[in-house]
């Protein structure tokens, strides 16, 4: 009552949203961590799912339903929709985790992202749920590598960095067959290139902070099953454990999403036109980009992705570390990061970074060696982008 009336201050109760007969066009930031119910009956019907009405963020708010009903349409997703949770890492755990139990087995490809991998390797056995690994490329294999234990496969149809790309109909079929369902991390190809759900997959997961939001200013993660329990149980652990994502970082990806299409053909693009110019570089020992012939699983990629080669493409140079070094130094503009997905170029280095925990021999197996470089290209014009990495390569002459 500091005015002398007898109306108390009302600085802490909220006042209505304005009414408005014209609706925002942007969608509002709604960052709320509690919404409040007529009453008790109210409540128990939107726990009970009777009415339907938010409650506390951490269960579900308004910012990440936009964003999965986009990503939902994208993927061709089942009606139940999918879920935002606050990490691409998020999403793959919580199905990991809300699925399996121990005594299960998860088999997985051999090249995953290397948090999955992590995962499958040093917590999954705290839980008592096995790993296995095997070469999604090579279908046989994957197919010898099912136990009785086998729950679940968790499969990327392009791998890190070397980008084969996984026999998914064997998978698939093999998954089939054997009653197990079978989730993709669909990151790197995005429904752009590949719509797992089409093709039989139980379960699409993806990391939105790469392409999808595509401005590295968000962390998030969708994961959406073709069946309603276990779209439920990944729901429960993700609540539970608290993978919720943040309003303002659904909203920012929801607004980066508006150009994805844009921003992915445009890259496209630009990566096949740099993979060719790449190619005919001195010190360039390989390029590899799934839309060459002359990548080693041109075929499939053919079948599987037509004409979409995607953004990413890798090669190796020659002249070891001294090389990589004079590389990213000469091309400061590029930035020299390990992401993936972000509208302009950036440039990562397996040996320094994803792969790092890896011995040398261990790399050299996959094929990654000092002078290997992973490209995740951007919107630029195409020539400043040739400008940029022409300059880099040249600055590795001496290191030859
Ligand atoms: C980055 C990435 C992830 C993890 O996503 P975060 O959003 O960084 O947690 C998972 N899978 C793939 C293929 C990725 O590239």
Redesign the pocket.
């Known amino acids: 009552m500091s005015d002398g009336s007898d109306i108390p201050d009302n600085l802490v109760r909220r006042v209505g949203w304005p009414g408005s007969v014209s609706r925002a066009v942007a969608t509002p930031l709604q960052p709320s961590v509690v919404y409040a119910s007529a009453d008790p009956d109210q409540l128990d019907a939107q726990y009970e799912g009777r009415l339907s009405g938010f409650t506390y963020a951490r269960e579900g708010h308004p910012n990440a339903d936009v964003l999965a009903q986009k990503i939902d349409a994208l993927e061709g997703a089942p009606l139940t929709g999918g879920l935002i949770l606050?990490?691409?890492?998020?999403?793959?755990s919580a199905v990991l985790l809300g699925l399996l139990k121990a005594g299960d087995r998860v088999l997985g490809g051999n090249q995953?992202?290397g948090?999955?991998l992590r995962l499958m390797s040093q917590d999954l056995p705290r839980f008592g749920i096995g790993a296995d690994l095997a070469d999604p490329t090579d279908a046989e294999a994957f197919r010898a590598a099912i136990r009785p234990e086998t729950r679940l496969i968790l499969v990327?149809v392009v791998s890190?960095p070397t980008l084969r790309i996984a026999d998914m109909e064997a998978i698939l079929t093999i998954g089939r067959e054997a009653g197990i369902p079978v989730a993709v991390?669909n990151?790197?190809t995005t429904p752009r290139g590949y719509r797992p759900f089409d093709h039989g997959a139980d379960i699409v997961?993806?990391?939105?902070?790469?392409l999808l939001a595509g401005h590295s200013d968000v962390?998030?993660?969708y994961v959406a099953t073709r069946d309603p329990s276990q779209r439920q149980a990944i729901r429960d652990f993700a609540v539970t454990t608290g993978m919720t994502p943040s309003p303002f970082d659904c909203w920012l990806a929801e607004r980066g999403l508006m150009s994805f299409h844009l921003r992915y053909d445009r890259a496209e693009e630009n990566a096949a036109a740099l993979a060719g110019f790449l190619a005919g570089q001195p010190g360039v020992r390989r390029v590899i980009y799934p839309g060459r012939s002359d990548h080693p699983d041109h075929n499939r990629a053919a079948g599987l992705l037509g004409k979409r080669g995607g953004n990413m493409l890798s090669f190796e140079l020659e002249g070891g570390r001294a090389a990589a070094n004079a590389l990213t130094r000469a091309m400061p503009d590029v930035a020299f990061a390990p992401?993936?997905?972000d509208i302009g170029t950036t440039l990562s280095h397996p040996a320094s970074s994803s792969h790092r925990a890896l011995t040398p021999e261990g790399r050299a197996a996959l094929g990654i060696s000092e002078g290997f470089f992973r490209v995740s290209v951007g919107v630029e014009d195409i020539d400043l982008l040739r400008r940029d990495i022409g300059a880099g390569i040249k600055a590795t002459a001496l290191s030859r």
């Open positions: 606050g990490s691409g890492m998020a999403a793959v995953l992202y948090r999955s990327e890190n991390d990151t790197f997961i993806h990391s939105v902070t790469k962390t998030l993660g992401t993936l997905g």
